[in-house]
């Protein structure tokens, strides 16, 4: 039985804005993944919950300017940890010459800005963790030595 | 409400005799079923406005039978206010023009304010970065990644100084956005008390403070959110205190247009500031204030959304709402008492981030929408809204849009240039019956504080989200660009974005140097009386006053607000 | 070969490697082909963790509660295992889990695992994922294990009550006494807390409780506590800290923890044996039975449900008895 898509989803420090991670949390949640919502939190507390909930996707929500201050924080994280293949979505408000610096500098998988259709979201999602998941060790199939 | 099935329309105030509006249906009638094809006529009854509200194909005076003029139109400057507040409106004094500017560290942003004031704006708004919306020093762990991003870093009554370096506060309006109550009772009082150190009388100092408790409880989601009567408390004591002691501030400003942006329709979004407005004046009339003696400094804070008539339709019936409830349910003796002021803002929600110049058309309709409903004054939101806080240069196009349409478009030279319009009436008499039966809707369910803390408001938002959400998925509301005329590589302008200037060590370091300088004791004094008098009815104001004029920073003291009063769960999520 | 791959993993996991943890859990949950083995190289260093059930109405805050809770415990230098649980989509089969959010855990200083379960569909049940996830964290070196729950149904209260000590969670507004009986949380409690006790109805609720556990008729040696807390200002915590250890006092005595462990260890084994047989048998009866067919006589009321049952196992375990053991599905 393939396991359900495990998505931990915070908004980053401060940020108050709620209605957009709500919706793609619901979404997400129609979609058949299981959602882990985190609320606010800094990058250490969303790596640890990354790390026990052994999520294939960390999403981040980001309104409020610190995408680039904290963002690639995460990725640096869980790499160290020695989680590689979880990808790392963020969603929110930014110029995109930030998100394609974001993408290509910071190793975030994608990010989606706002008027990215559900679908697409949920596509992106399921294709990344689809391939992590033939590529790398995944808890689920343990790929022996 | 006026009764509009009075038939006895032979007066001279009714527009149209009772012979007249027959005559008119019948025809309207005999149009219907003879000039229109099957198809059109079939569109009947598939139109309504954005909330709710029937759109017929053809509109004519049928649909205001009953309407008497005096009564329920007047003349600006007149009861019911519904055509304006004041007599003159435009040709008196023209809307505001205030754009936001803050960003970074304070002495930066009063740059962008100079700027802008030499430019030809009139008013200053001040936005804070998220650590100082949420009450957090810029060196506190949790501000991490978020100093000086999206708005000005505001630590210690220092920063208002800098921030307003060169500016006479007896001479200008200065709009302090600080969106929680539990702010508004600091930094206003830092504000204030550079106006004491400059020798400027608190007497002519002029603006507006948020000050808003269902920003607090259901607009952010955050952890440190303060119960909700506790807001609410902080939320009065900040209009006490500033109606008592600085007779030209605003305290207060109903925010609706957070609470639109968050998710609701144009009725909610008025419906729940009056009725926060009402609790308010119960408040405070318990307290021993007399209704005249504080409604003149409340105001209200707009969203300017995309269906262009139902907008204006709302500005129009908001003014008319406010004017009954104050005279009859409060018996204001004072006009200035039943005047609804109110700032509007146009909606960045609807500016997507595809094809951003397209932005620049959508806020230019909003904000004429914003000048024919009568608003005292305007934000028009920038075209990189979906990106980051505005560029200069984008700034400069929004007081440009403002700027044309006071000058070049004819506009302001009457007041309430749509009254009369069929429709346009028909859908702000429509307003006006729906902001009533939702206002009374939540007095049934227990009043605003209560609807909070149940946690109905959350999840009427959250209703209202996911349907628009959908809405949205399958294509029913368009979007130029984005779901409708998507093209299919999207050519966009390169815009330059803002880039924030570092502003983190700044900060840190005049923190660093402000508690050297500081004397300690007294700031310590200062912050266990506080303590002590949160746990009692008084006003908090005048001890926060005192706290920040010994150099307490916001942090230290929105950290004692959350020790003392506990922290509220959000109740969605 | 994956034999190897777990073995290592479940050596990680004992020395408190998280990740390996957080992998072994997923294994179970997942009902990887591989679980069975898991848990039976666990299953031996299990057992010496004190495990708290709390369950509630939704809204009373649980995760506040067991937010201090963890803190308090940490406090006192204990480590701590934490599993909330969820009820999942039944269209989607997805899942919003949110007790995190209430959750502040200081990583460097506090010893804590936290993971997120949602009822899924899981074949065997949410009961034993969570038993299993539960005993990895046991096995894993963690002394006090947490298992939250929603108790709005039958499922997630049996899981609340396969701990050591259940903690009932109600708030002034749950004043509904009859509500409350019939939710079977009068049953199942060692423990009550009225949380939001700042609220109006505070002490007609508590009464309220008092009054039933006075007028009921099962015999009972532990007479349930009753806590009023504010926990999101932080009130009555501490008394509630103090309350669940006396109640892990009590079981030490006369052998009563191992009584219920045992009681519990035997219910267990009984619906995993039922499982097992239902899963196997219903392999079967999918391969060989027309059900179609079956379902029309029925409806055509040739045959009735309860003798058709009857017989259609009988010919089943005829089968198995011939072949001579039990033939596992392919």
Redesign the interface.
Known sequence: MDRKIKVVIAKLGLDIHWRGVYLVAQYLKEAGMDVVYLGNKFPAEIVEAAIEEDADVVGLSSLSGNHLSLGPIVVDMLREKGLHNVQVFMGGVMPPEHAKRLEKEFGIQKVYLPDTPMEEIISGISTAVKNARLTGPVSYEIKSD | MPDRTNKDQKGPDHLFSGEHIQSIKDQYQDWFNNSLRDADRETEGKYFTHSGIPIKLIHTPADIEGMNYVEDLGFSGQAPYLRGVYPNMYRGRLFTVRQLAGLGAPEDCNERVCYLLDHGATGVSILFDMPTIRGYNSDDPEAEGNVGQCGAAVDSIWDIDAYFKDIDLGKVSSSIVTHLPSTSLVIPAMYFAVAEQRKTPLTQVAGTCQNDFIMETCIGSGYEILPPAVSFRMQCDVVEWICNNVPRWNPISYNGYNLREAGTDAVAEVGIAIANAIATAEELIKRGLKFDDFAPRLSFFWDLHNDFFEEIAKCRASRKVWYKIAKERFGAQQPKSMLMRYHVQTAGVTLPATEPLNNIARSAIQGLAAVLGGGQSLHIDSFDEAYSAPTEEAALVSLRTQQIIQAETGVCSTVDPLAGSYYVEYLTDQMVKRIFDYVEKIEGLGGLVQVVESGWLHREIANYNNKYQQKIENGETKMVGVNFMRADKAKTAPIRVFEYPETYSRQKAKLDRLRKERNDRQVQESLDLLRKKCHTTENLFPYCLEAVKKLATLGEIEELFREEFGLWAFPLL | ??L???DE?VERSLNGD??SI??????V????E?APYVMEKIFPHSGKAYYIGVTGPP?V?KS?TVDRLIATLCKNQYSVGVIAVDP??P????????D???M??Q?DKMDV????M?S?RV?GGLARTTKEASRILDACGKQVIIIETVGVGQSELDIAEATDTVVVILTPESGDSIQIMKAGLMEIADIFVINKADRPGAEDIFLSIQGMLGRTLLKRDWDPLIFLT?A???QGIEALYEGIWSHYRYLQQNSKLEERRKRQLSQELRSQIENEFAQILWKDVLKKKDLCRIVDDLWQRRADPQNMARKIVEELLADFGQSGRLRKGS
């Open positions: 070969m994956k190897k791959v777990i993993l998280k990740l957080a992998r072994l859990i997923s294994m949950e997942g009902a990887d591989y809204g805050g506040t999942s989509s269209f989607s089969g997805g899942a919003l889990l949110g995190r959010i209430r502040h855990v990583h695992f936290m993971r997120s949602s899924g074949m504010s999101a200002n932080n």
